[in-house]
């Protein structure tokens, strides 16, 4: 039981993806608080977790309502005493074309995507901070990661969703907080009549949870994009190549324009492990810092 005495949260845990989820995590152990707007749905899953020998309590909270999910926070921590896994999965979506796409349907998905993983983390995190162990772990996808047609506003909420788990982890690191993103790949109530019934049947979400333990155990790593789907596992990154020092000539686009194949040249690319690792790159190839020296705090 790799999870065994660890409190888990998980959002949009009624049904699909998150369904598959809660009933993972309880079979490896761990103490489930089933969230959804759905109390019905929230209820049938925890009851799921309680027939199979597991514990866990359903709340019914929309992850946009910040007293909602204090509350929910709350309840467990007072039930439970800490909260160690948040699994960020609650979502929806509004496809359209961009240039059929209201400004209000853009909002509503970055509000539930972005905005409901940013309150329920900030809800957990001292308390995190406090016990100083935490693994959170934010659902972003391909959508997001390489982009997709009609989905202009999922997209932009799960790349956000991206870089939110790159600062969390980078601040929650001396607190033993671990953050990672997880880009699934499943058939859920949001892919019907999207895909056929052969791929949904293969898409099973039961194929992406196992991928959970990877970024939620003790040995979890910290800013990993973990792409899951039919029982596959992959880690996407998002690296900077080389470059070329071009300088401040008056002539700098043109040649930008002459090496594009140079600069775009993946050759010995990099992975960050901060933001700043840009800057000092930039101004060490104009030997105005020396390589060795980190602009990181």
């Known amino acids: 039981m790799a999870l065994s005495g660890r409190v888990a949260i998980v959002t949009g845990a009624g049904g699909g993806l998150g369904r598959a989820h809660a009933l993972y995590l309880a079979s490896k152990g761990a103490r ?5 707007v759905s109390e019905a749905n929230a209820s049938h899953v925890a009851g799921e977790i309680a027939d199979a020998g597991g514990e866990a309590m359903a709340v019914a909270a929309s992850v946009t309502d910040e007293a909602g999910v204090q509350a929910m926070v709350d309840a467990v921590t007072a039930r439970w005493g800490r909260v160690d896994i948040l699994v960020n999965n609650a ?9 059929k796409m209201t400004i209000e349907d853009f909002r509503l998905v970055l509000d539930v995507h972005l905005m409901g993983a940013a309150i329920c983390s900030k809800a957990v995190w001292e308390g995190m901070r406090a016990q100083r ?34 600062t969390l982890a980078i601040e929650g690191e001396k607190y033993g907080i671990r953050v990672n993103a997880l880009a699934p790949t499943a058939a859920t109530q949001m892919t019907q009549g999207v895909l056929s019934e052969a791929s949904l049947a293969l898409l099973d979400p039961a194929g992406v949870s196992p991928g959970l333990l990877a970024l939620v155990g003790e040995d979890a790593p910290s800013r990993a994009i973990l792409c899951a789907g039919a029982g596959h596992f992959a880690r996407a990154n998002v690296t900077l190549t080389r470059g070329v020092q071009i300088g401040h000539a008056d002539d700098a686009g043109e040649q930008l324009v002459a090496a594009w194949d140079a600069v775009s040249d993946r050759g010995g690319e990099m992975v960050p492990d901060y933001g700043f ?21």
Do not use: C, P
């Not at 489930?32 to 959804?36: F, H, P, S």
């Not at 047609?149 to 956000?160: I, T």
């Open 32 to 36: 489930l608080v089933v969230n959804d």
């Open 133 to 166: 162990y935490g693994r959170i772990v934010m659902t972003t996808s391909s959508s997001g990661l390489y982009g997709n047609f009609g989905q202009a506003n999922y997209g932009a909420a799960k790349m956000a969703l991206v870089g939110l788990m790159q």
């Open 91 to 99: 979502g929806i979506l509004r496809d359209k074309s961009f240039a």
């Open 277 to 297: 690792f840009q800057a000092e790159r930039e101004l060490a190839a104009a030997g105005l810092l020396d390589e060795q020296v980190s602009l990181h705090g």
